[in-house]
Every structure is written in C-alpha cells, then in structure tokens.
C-alpha cells in the first residue's frame, strides 16, 4: 500500500510537471491577457498546496489527496478555457486531454465536499451518487474527447478559442441538463449529510459545506439558466464560479481540518495534565481536551454506572459508549459520536483516562497503605512505651517490694539479737548496705526502661531530673502549658535522653541546653551542646548507622517518625550540635 | 503511744512494716490496702498519724493526703514510697503532710526525727 505521503508527492510532482507543460503553451501561444493565465494555472496551485498541507496535517485522511486531485484536474484543463494561437501538434494533444479532464473538476469538486472531511464516503447514498458522477464525467469527457479531435482534425490545426461552460459540453441541452439533474440531487445529499452528522461534527463542517453548498446552488442555477435559454453557456456567472469556489474553499477546507488538528492535539496536553489529576477533576479535562462539552465520565458499580459523586447515569442511545480499562471496563466515557471519526483521538483519551485513573487508584491504595503502616508503627511504639511502663510498675511492685520487706525483716531481726555482738552487728549492717544498692540499681534499671517521675509528673520534671543526672551541666527551657499525650511525653523523652547521651559520649562539650515547646499540637524539642559538632554530616551522609552515634540516631529517627515527626541534626554556631525534633500530638 | 494508721497496698511489706513500728514503740491501730479504705479506717480509727504510700491502686496518696484534711481528728501525715522523692512533684499544699521518707531509708528513728522536727 502507497503511503500518503508517497501520493501526495506524486501527485505534487506530476502537477507541477503539468503546469509547466501549461506555462509553456500560455507563454508560446497565448492570446490572452497574462493576468488571465496566471490566475487559470495559479489558482489550481492553490489546491495542490492545500491539499498537501491538508496531508500533512491529516495524513490518515484522504481529503487532502482529493485536493491535490482536484489542483491536478483543473491544471491538466486549464488549456481547455486558453485561446491558443500554434501549429505544434503537442498542443493539439494537449488541449484533446484538457477538454476530456474538464467535466472531472466538478466531479472532484463534488466528491471532495461530500466526503469531507474524512475524504471517504461511508454511506452507500452518496457513494452511488459520486460513482455515477465519475462515470457522467466519463461519458462527457470521451464526448468532448472525440468533437475536439473532430474538430482539430477536420481542418488545418493552427489554434484554439475556449468552449463555454467550465463544466464540459459546451451548449449541448442534453448535457447541461444532466448536469443540473446532479446538481439538484446534489444539495439534498449535502442536507443529508448534515443532519446525521453529530453536533460536534457539524461544527466542523459549517464554514466548507456552507460555502460549497452556495458554489453548488450557483452551479444549478447557472445550469437551470442555460438548459431554459435564458443565458448562453458562457456567462459571467458561471465564469465567476471557479474563482468564487477557489477563493472560498481550500481555506474552509483547511480551517475545519485544523480545527480537529487542534482537538487532537490537545490529548498531549491532556495526558500532561492528568499525570496527577483527582479523579473528580478528570471530567472537565477530558471535556476540554476533546472540545466536547457534553461528555461524561462514568463509573461502574454494583451493576450499573455512577458518576464521581456516585449519581445514576443513565446510557443514552445517541451517546456513543467509549469503555475505559479492561474487561469489564472500569468506566465508560459517554461522548459525541463525532469524536467517532478520531479513532486515534478517542483511543488516546481512553489510554489516558485509564492512566489517570490507575493512577488515582494506586495514589489512593498507596495513601491508604502508607496511613496503615504509620498507624501499625504507632501502634508498636505506644505498645512498647506501655510495655515499658508495665515493667517499671512490675519491677516496682515486685522485686523492689520483697528486697523493701526483707529489709524490714532484717531490722525486726536486728532488735532480736544481742546489740553487743559485733560480728552479727556486721554482718547485719553488710546486709543492710547490699540491699540499699541492690535498691539503688533496681531502681537504675527501671528508671532506664521508664521513668517513674515521667508517668508521674509529665515530660518537663522527667527531663529536669535527666538534666540533673548528666555529668555536664544541661541547662532545661521548657514552656510546656499542660502535658501532652503519654506516647509522645515518652517519645520525647527518650529523644532527649539518646540526645543527651550522644553529647556526653561523643560531642567533647562543656554545656548543653534542652528546649521543650508546644505550638499548636505539634511537641518541639531542641537538644544543643557546644562540643566539636559533625552529628549531622554522618546522618546525612548515610554512614551514621556505622559510628557510635549513628545508630542511636537512627533509632530516635525511627522512633519520631512514628509520631509523624521530623528530625534535623545541624551543626550549631559558633561549634556544636543542635538536634531538633517535632512530634505531633494527635 | 502514737495511734498510727498504715495505708500500703504491698501486704507482707506493710504486715513486717507494723511490726518494726509496733516493736518501736508506735500503735498500730488500722491497716489500710487502697485510698478508699484509708479514708474509712481513718474515720473510723482517728488516728494521729497516717503512714501513707504514695502509689496506691484506686486513689494516690496526695489525694487521700488532701482528703484527710476534712476528717476531725486531722490526723499527721507522712508520705512513703519506694520511689525517689524526685519523681513526685512538689506537695507543699498539703497540709497534714509532715514529709516524705523513702522505703528504703524508712526506720522508726528517722519516723521518729521527722515527726520530731514538725
């Protein structure tokens, strides 16, 4: 199969060729005036290159071959309206073939408008009626075939004048008057055509099928007027015609197929434009994207199709059904059936439809996953905070209660036995002091796994009594309005807590200061030391899991992002570090 | 002999804790294992020193500190705890609170100092 391009520049080349053939025998053996020459051959010019410009801007479309067709034809018959003044037999030949090409220009002409602007003829009406358009061509052609060379051959060939009519057959009734019989079956099919096209597709056909129905209308009246004798066959009106449809049509014929140029365009940006759009905003981008404003996107459910707000849509006959997605399609895109004559367009919107709502669904499925994990995180880090809190009143109530009791039990003991015994006197007094530091590191262990004065008396007073215990002085601002829920008071703490570890073992600082905020619900806390600073580089660089810090920091990033927190390590002016962690209270 | 009201929730703790204070001189009148159950016995009893742990399963033992104060007998208060002083707050606004000793130094000599020092 030749390609469009192929033919249309076939098609260019060999018209070109012709208009030279046409130049040449204007410029050798004209009588008329220049200015008539330059309009009979420029003017085909104009439809050639329409109708290349019309291949190129629809190349799956036959209408701009048509174009090229009909620039072709009226170059091949521009002889047959030359008044010729020459011997040479070429020129005889040539004006043989321009008066059989020259009932085709109207033909062409016809079968352009009609088919516009697939260039195809669909429906079996006017297909017929082309066809026995093509073969009226025919007959009148061969006809005008055989009086030309009649004519040429009945006596010495030393030139031409132009015969009337620009459709062919001169003044024959007969001819004329089969001319006006398409031409009044002509206008109907045109109606036709123009009420079983679709709303959008009208718009598209208004500007050529307006203009070409007037050349058409003029064309039956001329021929009425000639076949009653009311005019010879050489008029000015029928004179005017071909300027008059050559004046008005390519560039109808042109701006409708840019028009849908621009719709088909549009589906890139289209496809930009909905990378990211919300499912509820992808109505009105596909109504822009394919000028068709009463398009619907609709969505199946339990049997029948919702739109985005979960409406009822009923699925009218004269909306054609795009289905979107598999099978069974995930929606329907209910639109103008014009937008049936871009199948690449409407494939394209399908496509991308489908991606955006792929997109929205996996956007949303991710959101929802995301939200799970935040929330099971959560879940483990106030279960293990809990927990802790658990172990602490265990450890209290328990183990802390017998070692209490059992020196109770050692006093009651001591009042037994004889005072002046020394040796049982230092044996009690040994049993005495290993219970006091058996004590003093329970109570290490559980203040290590959760802080009583935490759960007693909330953030600010726990981070007081860690401050006090650093081997540094840890200056404590804190402006805490009320205690914030018991999950991030412990996040918090620990934070603070690994913070301050870090500065004690690794940052070589004399001071550190811990600040506590509340704004809005959102815990603010800032740890700064005035050490050798650096923290934040291994965070940042990845490599903080391998050095002594590192791993502790990760663990307080792990641990604030399960409060939806952020953590910031910089170094500090003029030297330190300053870690900044937020955690929100919900 | 000093009527003392023992409020713990620990039982053997509290049950070895009357016989130190009884062997030392002190009146053990009630003992009581929740806040609800001080506060009856303490009606009940008028003690003259309530010995009360801080951490107590329903009420804490500020509460039950503040809630003694209506009672007529107006009883002496003394915290206990076998946590360290500093994982309270401050309780200054307690009036029937003497002071706060930790179970871990809680003798009859350093009951005995304390109440001495009011």
Redesign the interface.
């Known amino acids: 199969m030749v390609g469009p391009f192929a033919l249309s520049w076939a098609s260019s080349a060999l018209s070109g060729l012709v208009a030279v053939v046409d130049v040449v025998l204007a410029a050798t053996a004209g009588r008329q005036p220049a200015l008539w020459y330059v309009w009979e051959i420029g003017s085909p010019l104009v439809w050639v290159g329409v109708g290349v410009l019309a291949v190129v801007i629809r190349p799956d479309r036959r209408v701009g071959l048509l174009m090229q067709l009909l620039g072709l034809i009226l170059l091949v018959d521009a002889p047959a309206g030359f008044a010729l003044s020459t011997t040479r037999t070429w020129a005889a030949v040539d004006l043989v073939v321009a008066r059989a090409a020259q009932p085709f220009q109207v033909v062409v002409f016809a079968h352009l408008l009609l088919s516009y602007p697939e260039g195809r003829l669909r429906r079996p009406l006017p297909r017929a009626f082309v066809a026995a358009l093509y073969a009226y061509a025919a007959v009148v052609g061969a006809a005008a075939a055989v009086t030309t060379i009649r004519t040429i051959t009945g006596q010495p060939w030393t030139g031409t004048d132009p015969v009337a009519g620009f459709a062919g057959g001169g003044s024959s009734t007969a001819i004329n008057a089969g001319w006006l019989a398409f031409a009044v079956v002509y206008p109907v099919l045109l109606g036709l055509k123009v009420r079983q096209a679709s709303p959008g597709r009208r718009k598209t056909l208004a500007y050529p099928l307006t203009c070409g129905f007037i050349v058409i209308t003029l064309f039956a009246l001329t021929m009425v007027l000639v076949v009653v004798g009311s005019v010879p066959a050489a008029n000015p009106l029928s004179d005017a015609l071909p300027y008059l449809a050559v004046l008005t049509m390519p560039g109808a014929f042109l701006l409708g197929l840019l028009r849908e140029r621009l719709r088909y365009g549009s589906v890139t940006d289209f496809l930009r434009a909905v990378e990211h759009t919300p499912i509820g905003r992808l109505q009105p981008a596909l109504r822009e994207a394919l000028r068709d404003p009463t398009l619907r996107l609709v969505f199946s459910q339990d049997g029948r199709y919702v739109d985005e707000h979960g409406e009822h849509v009923p699925i009218d006959n004269d909306r054609a059904v795009l289905p979107i997605g598999g099978d069974p399609p995930i929606g329907l895109l209910l639109h103008d059936p014009a937008l049936n004559d871009e199948p690449k367009l409407v494939r394209a919107a399908s496509v991308a439809t489908r991606l955006a709502l792929d997109n929205a669904r996996l956007h949303a499925v991710v959101r929802q996953q995301l939200a799970e994990a935040r929330a099971s995180r959560r879940r483990i880090v106030e279960a293990a905070a809990a927990e802790r809190r658990r172990l602490e009143r265990d450890l209290?109530?328990g183990a802390?209660?017998?070692i209490?009791?059992v020196?109770?039990?050692l006093?009651?003991l001591q009042?037994q036995l004889d005072p002046t015994d020394r040796a049982v006197t230092e044996a009690l007094e040994e049993a005495h002091r290993e219970?006091?530091d058996a004590?003093?590191e329970l109570?290490e262990l559980a203040r290590g796994i959760h802080?009583?004065?935490l759960t007693?008396?909330g953030l600010s007073?726990a981070v007081r009594?860690l401050a006090?215990r650093q081997p540094l002085p840890v200056a404590v601002d804190d402006a805490l309005p009320h205690r914030v829920p018991q999950p991030v008071e412990t996040a918090a703490y620990f934070v603070v807590s690994e913070a301050l570890n870090n500065v004690v073992k690794h940052a070589h600082a004399t001071r550190a200061r811990v600040r506590l905020s509340l704004r809005a619900d959102v815990l603010r806390v800032e740890v700064v030391d005035d050490g050798i600073g650096g923290a934040g580089r291994e965070v940042a660089d990845g490599n903080g899991a391998d050095t002594r810090a590192g791993s502790g920091l990760r663990g307080l990033a792990d641990r604030v992002a399960a409060f939806d927190g952020t953590l910031s390590i910089a170094d500090a002016a003029p030297t330190g570090t300053r870690l900044i962690v937020e955690l929100t209270c919900d | 002999m000093v009527r003392v009201l023992l409020v713990d929730d620990q039982v053997p703790y509290r049950r070895l804790l009357a016989r130190l204070l009884r062997a030392g001189g002190f009146d053990v009148v009630a003992e009581a294992g929740t806040g609800h159950e001080a506060l009856l016995l303490a009606a009940a009893t008028a003690p003259e020193l309530v010995l009360l742990d801080v951490l107590l399963p329903d009420l804490d033992g500020f509460e039950v500190a503040r809630r003694l104060e209506v009672d007529p007998a107006r009883p002496a208060v003394v915290l206990v705890s076998s946590r360290h002083r500093e994982d309270f707050g401050e309780f200054t606004g307690l009036a029937l609170v003497r002071g706060f000793i930790g179970k871990d130094e809680l003798t009859v000599e350093r009951l005995t100092e304390l109440l001495a020092e009011g």
Do not use: F, K, M, N
């Open positions: 209290h109530d802390q209660q017998r209490l009791a020196g109770i039990a006093r009651l009042q219970l006091a004590i003093s109570r802080p009583a004065v007693e008396q007073a009594a006090r």
